[in-house]
Structure formats: C-alpha cells, structure tokens
C-alpha cells in the first residue's frame, strides 16, 4: 500500500489552477489584494490567504526579455517586504506602485494619444527602470549594489541617458563605485540604513560615473 497521504485531486486542481492563470507561479497567495477574477481562481482549488506571496510572470514580458518577468500590478508579497534591509525598503518604497503605474501608460500610449509632458517624463523614467531591473541568468546581485542601481533609478539620474546604455552604464557603476568609492558599498554591507550623508556620496558617486561614461561614449 502507498504511503502517499497527498489527495491526487486537490494536486491536479492546483496544477489546473497554475495553467489557468495563464502561467502563474503561484508559491502562496494574497488573496485580500488580489482583483477579483483571481480571487474566484484561487478560491476552488485550495490555495488560501494565509499563503505569503503571489507572482504572475506573463508570457509577453517573459519573451520581450523582461527577465524576472514578473507583473507588478499583479504581484503581492508579504513576505518580501519583511525581509528586506531597512535601506532597501528605502530605496525601493515606490518602485513597485511607479512601475504599475508605468505599465499602464504605456498601454494607453500604444492608441497614439498625446501625452502631456509629465506622462512622457513618467513613460520616460519607467522604460529605464525596466531596463534597470533586468537580470542575466545565474547572475545574482548583492544587495549593496541593488540598492545603489535602485536609487540611481528612481531619484531620475538615469532619466538622461539612452535606454539601451542603461545596463551598460549599470555595469559601469558598479565597477566605479568598487574601485572610487568603495566606502559606499562597505557602509551599505554593515549598517543597512541610508543615512542623508550616504546618499549624497552615493549621488556624487553616480553623478560622476555618469559623465565619465558619456563622455567615454561621445569620444
């Protein structure tokens, strides 16, 4: 006799569930957040609120090279935000609700509409932080250099530069503050806090990587 105490149709209704939610990986779900139609999915085949965090990684971002390909609009965690450093939490408090906003601009943008200034700023800010958050396979990040890309990003220092330098010029950061100020990535490791005096040297850091990286491109 199996030993075997999984019921077979609570499992095959889940992975009915997976495939009807258009691809979702769902690993718990925050069902008091979610729109209502996922709501009425998650409800018949047993995936309750008391689970942590919902990802729906769309087919369409997935194959556009949006790598997590995950929509933020949809997206919950509970858990995430607990276990962030506090100058994660610092640097990304918007993130999520300017990236939501930015998907749905860009989808009003596709019928051809004017847009006012602010909204190309906004669509402008948006197309870079996309870029920004793009990450290569079996490539992990630590968190100090997260978090300096992030606030590089939402503080709008990215704004002026073409998109498609944004990864190059991600990469060149990096390797600038390593080797220029390497007092920055040491006090994020150790105090994981942003303090005003640390974010200025992060904002001078950026501010002078930024012209040596287009001046490099112009020569």
């Known amino acids: 006799m199996s030993t075997n105490t999984r019921t077979p149709g609570q499992s095959l209704s889940r992975r009915r569930f ?6 979702a990986t769902v690993a718990a779900a925050g069902m008091g957040v979610l729109p209502n139609p996922f709501k009425k999915l998650l409800r018949p085949f047993g995936i309750s609120e008391a689970q942590a965090q919902t990802a729906f990684p769309p087919p369409d971002l997935f194959y556009a090279g949006i790598r997590p390909a995950v929509n933020v609009g949809l997206s919950v965690s509970r858990v995430g935000g607990s276990a962030q450093v506090k100058a994660m939490k610092q640097v ?7 990236l939501a906003q930015y998907r749905e601009m860009a989808a009003f943008a596709q019928f051809g509409s004017e847009l006012d200034k602010s909204t190309q700023a ?12 793009k990450q290569s396979q079996y490539a992990p990040l630590s968190v100090d250099r997260q978090i300096l890309a992030i606030h590089a990003g939402t503080t709008g220092q990215l ?3 073409p998109v498609d330098t944004v990864l190059a010029f991600e990469e060149a950061l990096y390797a600038f503050a390593e080797t220029r100020h390497p007092a920055i990535f040491q006090e994020l490791v ?11 040297r992060m904002d001078a850091c950026i501010a002078e990587c930024k012209a040596e990286f287009l001046a490099t491109r112009k020569a």
């Open 122 to 133: 906004q669509l402008a800010r948006g197309q870079r932080m996309v870029e920004l958050l």
């Open 159 to 161: 704004d002026d530069l």
């Open 190 to 200: 150790e105090k994981k806090e942003l303090s005003d005096t640390l974010r200025s």
């Open 18 to 23: 997976f495939k009807m939610a258009g691809g």
């Open 92 to 98: 990304a408090g918007k993130l999520r609700l300017d």
